[in-house]
Nanobody, 125 residues
Protein backbone atom coordinates (compact mmCIF):
# COMPACT_ATOMS: atom_id res chain seq x y z
CA UNK A 1 0.00 0.00 0.00
CA UNK A 2 1.32 3.41 -0.99
CA UNK A 3 0.62 6.42 1.21
CA UNK A 4 1.14 9.97 0.01
CA UNK A 5 1.33 13.12 2.14
CA UNK A 6 1.43 16.63 0.69
CA UNK A 7 3.04 19.66 2.30
CA UNK A 8 4.33 23.10 1.44
CA UNK A 9 1.13 24.98 0.79
CA UNK A 10 0.44 28.43 2.17
CA UNK A 11 -0.49 32.02 1.43
CA UNK A 12 1.55 33.82 -1.22
CA UNK A 13 1.17 37.06 -3.13
CA UNK A 14 0.58 37.07 -6.89
CA UNK A 15 3.85 36.59 -8.71
CA UNK A 16 5.31 34.65 -5.81
CA UNK A 17 6.55 31.07 -5.58
CA UNK A 18 5.89 27.96 -3.55
CA UNK A 19 7.30 24.46 -3.63
CA UNK A 20 4.94 21.62 -2.80
CA UNK A 21 6.23 18.28 -1.61
CA UNK A 22 4.64 14.84 -1.83
CA UNK A 23 6.17 12.31 0.54
CA UNK A 24 5.56 8.64 -0.11
CA UNK A 25 5.68 5.70 2.25
CA UNK A 26 5.21 2.07 1.41
CA UNK A 27 6.81 -0.23 -1.04
CA UNK A 28 7.47 0.28 -4.73
CA UNK A 29 7.20 4.08 -4.80
CA UNK A 30 9.48 4.22 -7.81
CA UNK A 31 7.11 1.93 -9.72
CA UNK A 32 4.46 4.67 -10.00
CA UNK A 33 4.07 7.78 -12.04
CA UNK A 34 2.90 10.56 -9.71
CA UNK A 35 0.50 13.34 -10.51
CA UNK A 36 -0.42 16.66 -8.97
CA UNK A 37 -4.04 17.76 -9.05
CA UNK A 38 -5.90 20.74 -7.65
CA UNK A 39 -9.43 21.55 -6.66
CA UNK A 40 -10.79 25.03 -6.18
CA UNK A 41 -14.06 25.67 -4.30
CA UNK A 42 -17.04 24.72 -6.42
CA UNK A 43 -14.89 23.26 -9.19
CA UNK A 44 -13.90 19.78 -10.23
CA UNK A 45 -10.50 18.37 -9.42
CA UNK A 46 -8.16 19.02 -12.34
CA UNK A 47 -4.82 17.60 -13.37
CA UNK A 48 -1.86 19.96 -13.05
CA UNK A 49 1.21 17.86 -13.77
CA UNK A 50 2.46 14.30 -13.90
CA UNK A 51 5.91 12.71 -13.82
CA UNK A 52 6.84 9.21 -14.91
CA UNK A 53 8.23 6.63 -12.54
CA UNK A 54 11.86 7.36 -13.47
CA UNK A 55 11.35 11.10 -13.93
CA UNK A 56 12.12 10.96 -17.61
CA UNK A 57 8.72 12.16 -18.82
CA UNK A 58 6.56 15.01 -17.59
CA UNK A 59 3.18 16.47 -18.51
CA UNK A 60 1.62 19.83 -17.66
CA UNK A 61 -1.76 21.41 -17.96
CA UNK A 62 -1.75 24.33 -20.39
CA UNK A 63 -2.67 26.69 -17.57
CA UNK A 64 0.61 26.02 -15.72
CA UNK A 65 3.10 25.38 -18.54
CA UNK A 66 6.18 27.53 -18.18
CA UNK A 67 5.36 28.37 -14.56
CA UNK A 68 5.29 25.02 -12.74
CA UNK A 69 7.96 22.32 -12.69
CA UNK A 70 7.49 18.79 -11.42
CA UNK A 71 10.40 16.66 -10.24
CA UNK A 72 11.05 13.58 -8.14
CA UNK A 73 13.78 12.04 -6.01
CA UNK A 74 13.21 8.30 -5.83
CA UNK A 75 16.03 7.87 -3.32
CA UNK A 76 14.04 10.05 -0.90
CA UNK A 77 10.56 8.87 -1.99
CA UNK A 78 9.64 12.46 -2.81
CA UNK A 79 7.89 14.32 -5.60
CA UNK A 80 7.97 18.11 -5.84
CA UNK A 81 5.98 20.80 -7.61
CA UNK A 82 7.81 24.09 -7.97
CA UNK A 83 5.25 26.82 -8.63
CA UNK A 84 6.45 30.19 -9.88
CA UNK A 85 4.64 33.31 -11.07
CA UNK A 86 1.60 32.30 -9.10
CA UNK A 87 -1.76 33.78 -9.97
CA UNK A 88 -4.95 34.12 -7.92
CA UNK A 89 -6.54 31.48 -10.15
CA UNK A 90 -3.97 28.97 -8.87
CA UNK A 91 -5.70 29.08 -5.50
CA UNK A 92 -6.87 25.57 -4.66
CA UNK A 93 -6.22 22.51 -2.56
CA UNK A 94 -3.40 20.58 -4.20
CA UNK A 95 -3.25 16.80 -4.11
CA UNK A 96 -0.73 14.21 -5.22
CA UNK A 97 -1.70 10.73 -6.34
CA UNK A 98 -0.21 7.65 -7.97
CA UNK A 99 -1.10 6.67 -11.52
CA UNK A 100 -2.54 3.16 -11.63
CA UNK A 101 -4.67 3.01 -14.78
CA UNK A 102 -3.12 3.86 -18.12
CA UNK A 103 -6.45 3.68 -19.95
CA UNK A 104 -6.71 7.37 -19.08
CA UNK A 105 -4.45 10.28 -19.92
CA UNK A 106 -1.63 11.45 -17.65
CA UNK A 107 -3.73 14.30 -16.21
CA UNK A 108 -7.02 12.43 -15.93
CA UNK A 109 -7.85 11.86 -12.29
CA UNK A 110 -9.73 8.64 -13.13
CA UNK A 111 -6.37 6.92 -13.65
CA UNK A 112 -5.03 7.81 -10.21
CA UNK A 113 -5.27 6.30 -6.75
CA UNK A 114 -3.68 6.57 -3.31
CA UNK A 115 -4.63 10.21 -2.94
CA UNK A 116 -3.06 12.36 -0.26
CA UNK A 117 -5.07 14.63 2.03
CA UNK A 118 -4.15 17.80 0.16
CA UNK A 119 -2.42 21.07 0.96
CA UNK A 120 -4.01 24.51 0.59
CA UNK A 121 -2.45 27.08 -1.73
CA UNK A 122 -3.85 30.59 -1.58
CA UNK A 123 -2.63 33.31 -3.91
CA UNK A 124 -3.84 36.70 -2.78
CA UNK A 125 -2.49 40.25 -2.36
Amino acid sequence: QLQLVESGGGLVQPGGSLRLSCAATGVTFDYYAIGWFRQAPGKEREGVSCISSNGGSTHYADSVKGRFTISRDNAKNMVYLQMNSLKPEDTAVYFCAARRNYDYGPLDRRGFDYWGQGTQVTVSP
